[in-house]
């Protein structure tokens, strides 16, 4: 995830040594399958100061408040890579935790989808703050932490639902639709991971309502807006994509009933279908891109860099973005 979003912010900034900050980190990621590991924190280390400095250029050029709190968000992904040398890696999980959902939450506003106009960024820095201090805190204080860091969670996901257009769209067909779905699905589990935080639940469900049910449903639901940028080639919507969207709901539910219920094997089995069903977006994406017809690809423009990967240039050239913003 930190590749391919320093990836598209390394575009915006179009300075050709931004890229080395992607690449590092994607140097490390892989380098974490070899028998080097102190090699391989090293380079996600970099590659995250790196990612870091991508950030603070964009947001000197913007001075933008969202741009702000994923530079904030940044950070805590710098400091959680730093601290695994010192510290068992579940103490660092807010710290990931929170650099996922500001970062996705700060794209969410820059996609112009909140209903907020020019309080969003404010609002926005406001919870990345808050998540911020718990997720370290829950490092030396995991209780005290985890509270604050599962009760920020809840709060974010109640204000997304409230503000983001996606719950007005959930009956469209097309791209509306499905990226509604995929909202409204992102939303539900970050505010299941935060109540799981705040209960002092299993860690199970704690990590997976928020890495796979937040982060991958936000992630569908980016797909078909976001990765033309990132891969040059346009990605249209498909109804095929509607198939690993309810595996992964299914693979959710499951993780989550095995986990509350005590019952390993529909953990098991929902960690399984879970991967079948990233796999399989992966693979509906690729398809789609490589055998869609010219004729219905709508391909978005580049970023605007003004604003640090903004996404106004999408809403100008994407029909389908149109139905999103209006």
Known sequence: MGTLVCLERAQ???????YFAPLLLAAGALGQLLPYP???RGLLLAGTLGFSLVLALLWRRSESTLVAASTLAAWLLVLAVWLWEWVPFSATVPLLGAWIIITIAAERAELATLDLGEKAGPQLTVFASILAVGATLAVGAPRLGGVIFGISCAALALWLFLRDVGRKFAARPGLPGFNAACLLAGNFWLAIGGLAWLAGTPYDLQVHAIFLGFAFNLIF???PIILPTVLGRPLPYHQAMWVPFGLLQ??????????LGEQYWLTQSGGILSVFAILGFLGVAVSVVLFASRGRQAAPSSTSAASGGTTAAFRQNSPQLKGLSE
């Open 12 to 18: 915006a900034l179009r300075q050709p040594l931004a």
């Open 38 to 40: 102190l090699v391989a």
């Open 221 to 223: 639901a980016h797909a």
């Open 250 to 259: 299914m693979a959710l539910a499951l993780r989550a009933l095995g986990t």
